[in-house]
């Protein structure tokens, strides 16, 4: 296991993780536009046909491609302001995975030739509404439960509404729910030791429980079946750290900033 860690913290120091993610995204849109595009092979007719602008799979890879963005550059602010090793590899797991499936996504819209930004000044997470995704809920395999803003003047969201998928609206500076702020992105980048890795894990927390309900949304309204199965496992790994930030926020004596209970 040390052996493993110190190989990590390598990989981590010399910026690995955008290289492998890069290397992996191509080979993964091809294999996946391989995989969807066969089940036609015998039957032309049958062929699928690329999703369209407005369509959930586009909306999803946008979307889920700007909100990993974040969670990336979030991960490799605090690798340089603590030394805790839990909270590093964390960030190093966080920053590896989400990087090569924000180049999947990428690379998926431009196999579909779509744009990667939201036409016609659409607003984000607007293909759920679309489709009526709507909310549904947080806090699984006892992760304690979010629904609500941050902020006193935040105002809680309605299921469906637009842009509003996960219950809260994005607030001041943020592009969409779930996102840090401007402020809070600066409060991270000078805070250092303990108060860094309580803040990291509190933003990240929020980050996850939005992009969980996104997930969900492109589990329930996608039609390609590979971009699916990729919601499915984001679903299931944000979850289970979603579990593991909340216990390290415990131990810290900290814990996610907004409570509700279902």
């Known amino acids: 296991m040390t052996g493993v860690r110190r190989d990590r913290r390598a990989a981590w120091a010399a910026g690995s993780a955008v290289a492998l993610a890069l290397l992996l995204a191509g080979a993964a849109t091809v294999a996946s536009a391989r995989d969807d595009g066969a089940r036609g092979a015998h039957s032309p007719a049958a062929a699928p046909r690329a999703p369209g602008t407005d369509s959930a799979d586009a909306g999803f890879a946008r979307d889920m491609a700007v909100h990993h963005q974040q969670a990336v550059e979030m991960s490799f602010v605090v690798r340089d302001r603590t030394r805790d090793e839990e909270v590093r590899l964390l960030a190093y797991d966080i920053a590896n995975t989400q990087a090569n499936q924000r180049g999947m996504m990428l690379g998926w819209l431009d196999l579909w030739e779509l744009p990667k930004t939201a036409p016609g000044g659409r607003e ?34 309605t299921d469906g509404a637009t842009g509003a998928g996960t219950g809260h609206r994005p607030r001041d500076g943020s592009l969409m729910p779930g996102m840090a702020t401007r402020a809070e992105l600066g409060r991270l980048r000078t805070a250092s030791g303990r108060d860094a890795e309580m803040l990291y894990l509190q933003l990240m927390t929020d980050h996850h429980r939005s992009g969980v309900d996104m997930a969900r949304g492109c589990v329930r309204l996608c039609t390609v079946g590979a971009e699916k199965r990729l919601a499915r496992t984001m679903v299931e790994a944000q979850r289970s750290e979603l579990d593991a930030m909340a216990a390290m926020l415990e131990a810290r004596g900290a814990k996610p900033r907004s409570w509700t209970t279902r």
Do not use: F, I, K, N
């Not at 607007?126 to 395999?141: I, P, V």
């Open 124 to 157: 984000a997470m607007a293909w759920m509404a679309d489709g009526h995704a709507g909310h549904t809920g947080h806090g699984t395999h006892g992760s304690p439960a979010v629904d609500g803003p941050h902020d006193p003047e935040d105002a809680h969201g």
